[in-house]
């Protein structure tokens, strides 16, 4: 059975394009359900819905078979952790 690595993906760029929509790039992710952190929304319908909100990385990488894609990791995302804190350090530059 092969390695499945969770919260993860990969995309490609499309080799064939039927018709000028389809997608220049697709690919897959690998979601372990217990890291979705699961909330309760309502649309602008008034529809109850529940949603999972991810953030994401890329690297480009290279395949064996020489094809350039991109490399995903999935991360789950918590509003209340989303403002980026200011962190002091001390001044060392001479310059200043």
Same mark, same amino acid.
């Given at each position: 059975?092969?390695?499945v690595? @969770?919260? #993860?993906?990969?995309?490609?760029?499309?080799?064939? $394009?039927?018709?000028?929509?389809?997608? +220049?790039?697709?690919?897959?992710?690998?979601?372990?359900?217990? +890291?979705? $952190?699961?909330?309760?929304?309502?649309?602008?319908?008034? !529809?109850?819905?529940?949603?999972?909100?991810?953030?994401?990385?890329?690297? $480009?990488?290279?395949? /064996? /078979?020489?094809?350039?894609?991109?490399?995903? #990791?999935?991360? @789950?995302?918590?509003?209340?952790?989303? $403002?980026?804190? /200011?962190?002091?350090?001390p !001044? +060392? +530059?001479?310059?200043?």
């Open positions: 059975m092969p390695k690595y @969770t919260n #993860s993906g990969a995309v490609f760029k499309n080799q064939i $394009k039927n018709k000028p929509t389809s997608p +220049d790039y697709s690919g897959s992710f690998i979601v372990k359900m217990d +890291d979705l $952190k699961v909330e309760n929304h309502v649309d602008e319908h008034g !529809n109850e819905m529940q949603i999972a909100e991810m953030k994401f990385s890329g690297w $480009k990488k290279e395949s /064996k /078979k020489g094809s350039t894609f991109i490399s995903l #990791s999935l991360n @789950t995302y918590e509003k209340e952790n989303t $403002k980026p804190q /200011k962190i002091e350090e !001044n +060392d +530059d001479p310059f200043e």
